[in-house]
């Protein structure tokens, strides 16, 4: 038996999974508490307190939450589709919580470094949208259904300049691999891609928003007109699996803008020449940091601007975000020829 564990295929299968434990573990941790410092940070921005009752400074908030979500009653529909209903939510999770097994938070902590990295994130991207159109098929409510089919296009349109905008950064990396991404990025002298893939950045940004149904491209789920959406008819765990489905979301697509744009885990050279004590810090608490800063920078948003019409959604997408995009990669792969990097 020991021998059999001494393997080295079953060691790092066993290494994968205690990974993975510790990664859902954590990435649940922080959904949890994402929502708290939203509704705190929203609170404050509209100069009111937040949730305050439970525990201090209502700390504990999100147990509560959990606790109550769990135990409340899941109601289905009377003529929904049931086994499409009941799957619909665990697609949108699982979607979204595989794409972090690819994301390295640091050069050697990662659950899978798969050359195509890049791509798997996009491919699960899209594939959490297949669990909202469901979603809003299943639930037989014409609410639902109008949501489902709102995020069927908004996916369509944003997914392929989300993609675009990264062509840029596989152009200067020579990769998808996401950790050769990063370290590509550290032999710049300003360490980063955001400088040269300015334009790529602001269009992965406006993507990863619709991409993530967050405001103001909420409209899948616009309260003013749809009741919630394609989640309408959910309630229990199964609603609880689409919310951490969406915050799990926003973290890959911070984690995504990190890694691509933003050195990932590495601080810019000319930084660590003016203060090398910086250097001592691990890796890690870099990358949480740029993190979590998008993080913020998506509650931000959501407290200044209001929901865009559907039209105007669809117009951004198709008329300015993918001709950018397409422009970008001419910049680049121009510049490439001419070896100016």
């Known amino acids: 038996m020991l021998a059999f564990i001494n393997e080295p295929a079953v060691l790092s299968i066993i290494l994968a999974v205690v990974k993975s ?3 859902v573990s954590v990435a649940m941790f922080h959904v949890a508490y994402a929502t708290y410092f939203e509704r705190k940070a929203i609170g404050h921005m509209q100069v009111r307190m937040g ?12 147990v509560a939450d959990m606790i109550k979500l769990f135990f409340k009653e899941d109601i289905i529909p009377e003529k ?3 086994t499409v209903f009941y799957f619909a939510p665990v697609i949108s999770f699982v979607a979204a919580i595989s794409s972090l097994s690819v994301i390295p938070f640091y050069k050697d902590w990662y659950v899978a470094n ?15 949208a297949y669990g909202i159109v469901m ?52 032999k710049l002298p300003y360490g980063m891609f ?17 991409e993530t149904n967050r405001a103001p491209f909420d409209l899948p789920e616009a309260e003013s007109e749809l009741v919630a959406g394609y989640f309408a008819e959910y309630s229990g765990f199964r609603f609880a699996l689409f919310y951490a489905g969406e915050y799990i979301a926003m973290i890959v697509m911070a984690s995504l803008l990190t890694a691509c744009y933003f050195g990932g885990w590495t601080l810019p050279p000319f930084i660590l020449k003016a203060l090398p004590w910086l250097g001592l810090v691990p890796g890690v608490v ?31 997408g198709w008329k300015v975000l993918i001709p950018l995009s397409l422009l970008n990669i001419f910049i680049t792969g121009t510049l490439r020829i001419l070896k100016v990097f």
């Open 21 to 23: 434990i510790i990664l």
């Open 51 to 62: 949730p305050m009752r439970v525990g201090p400074h209502g700390i504990l908030q999100p």
């Open 80 to 82: 929904a589709d049931r």
């Open 114 to 128: 798969i050359n195509i990295g890049l791509l798997f994130i996009l491919a699960m991207s899209s594939l959490g």
């Open 135 to 186: 979603a809003g098929w299943a639930s037989n409510s014409k609410y639902a259904f109008l949501g489902g089919l709102r995020s069927s296009a908004q996916v369509l349109s944003y997914e392929i300049a989300m993609g675009l905008s990264l062509v840029g950064v596989m152009i200067m990396a020579g990769s998808l691999n996401l950790r050769e991404i990063v370290e590509a990025q550290n």
């Open 194 to 210: 955001a400088i040269p893939q300015i334009l790529g950045l602001f269009v992965f940004l406006v993507a990863a928003f619709a």
């Open 286 to 316: 870099w990358f949480v940091l740029k993190v979590y800063f998008f993080i913020f920078f998506y509650y931000w948003i959501r407290a200044t601007l209001p929901r865009y019409r559907y039209d105007q959604l669809m117009a951004i």
